[in-house]
Every structure is written in structure tokens, then in C-alpha cells.
């Protein structure tokens, strides 16, 4: 069985994507992965945050910063609204020792996500499909969603 078709056969739900604004500075999101897979919980863990920053380093305009707290593991996890859309993707963190030894202070959950923008014009450059909130009239809670549209995929 290839990939997709697993993901296809286990995927209860699909992810919608939020049209019209992106997440503004101070919206509350919640995050989905599998943080630390093998050390933690088996299934999947869900977090909440705010999107601090609208620019990620160096005034990166494609990511933007939030506060939930993100490990290994996280990274391409959803970012999700108060209504279950999809805002963004986490895609990294900080480096809190490398800062605290530049700057004598460690940084507490600076963490980043590609917007959905982002997201979206990447499955467009490669043919895929996705649902947005025009297309999808009905809101899900984000934990509901989060756990309907996260799996695990583990590259060995």
C-alpha cells in the first residue's frame, strides 16, 4: 500500500483551510502533532497558543510566530483557529540555547508556522487539492479537528 492510500484509509476527516484573512497577532490557535514520538504519549497531543508575531526571523513574512509549544515532532502539524481551520503549519523553533548563550536570556515558546497562504500555494505547484472555508460551511472545535486530521508519519 503507498502512503497516501494509508494516510487516505486512516484519515477520518480533511483539514480546511481558513479563506479571506490570515491569523492576526494575539488570535488564540491550537497546535497538533506528535511531539518527542517514542519518549511521550502515543497519540496525538494538542496545545494552545496565540500568534505573537506576524514575521518569523529576519522579518520572514511567510511565517509567523505563536506561543504554543512546539518539540520534535510537531513540525507539520496544523495550526488551527477557534473554528478548526487551518492558519498554518509549525514548522520549527526557536533554538533556545544557542540564544541564551548569545544573549544571557532563554527564550520561552517562540515558535513558528508557515502560514496557510504558504501552504496552499505549495499543493497548488504540486496538483493537490484542498477544502477552504467557502467550500465548508460547518465549524468543528480545533481539538476535534486536530485529532481528526493528524497522523503520525515517522521517515526512517
Not at 48 to 68: E, Y
Not at 79 to 106: C, F, N
Amino acid at each position: 500500500m503507498r502512503l497516501w492510500q494509508a494516510i487516505e484509509a486512516r484519515a477520518p476527516a480533511v483539514a480546511v483551510f481558513r479563506e479571506g484573512r490570515p491569523a492576526g497577532v494575539g488570535e488564540t490557535i491550537t497546535v497538533a502533532g506528535y511531539p518527542l514520538a517514542g519518549l511521550l504519549g502515543s497519540g496525538v497531543s494538542i496545545t494552545t497558543g496565540v500568534v505573537s508575531n506576524a514575521a518569523g526571523p529576519n522579518n520572514d513574512v511567510r511565517l509567523m510566530q505563536i506561543t504554543a509549544p512546539v518539540q520534535q515532532g510537531n513540525s507539520g502539524g496544523p495550526v488551527l483557529d477557534s473554528e478548526g481551520r487551518v492558519v498554518g503549519v509549525v514548522v520549527s523553533k526557536l533554538d533556545a540555547i544557542a540564544l541564551a548563550q548569545l544573549t544571557g536570556d532563554l527564550p520561552q515558546n517562540v515558535n513558528f508556522a508557515i502560514k496557510e497562504v504558504v501552504a496552499k500555494t505549495m499543493l497548488d505547484t504540486h496538483g493537490v487539492s484542498y477544502r477552504t472555508h467557502s467550500e465548508e460551511s460547518a465549524t468543528v472545535s480545533p481539538t476535534d479537528a486536530a485529532r481528526d486530521i493528524t497522523i503520525f508519519i515517522e521517515c526512517k
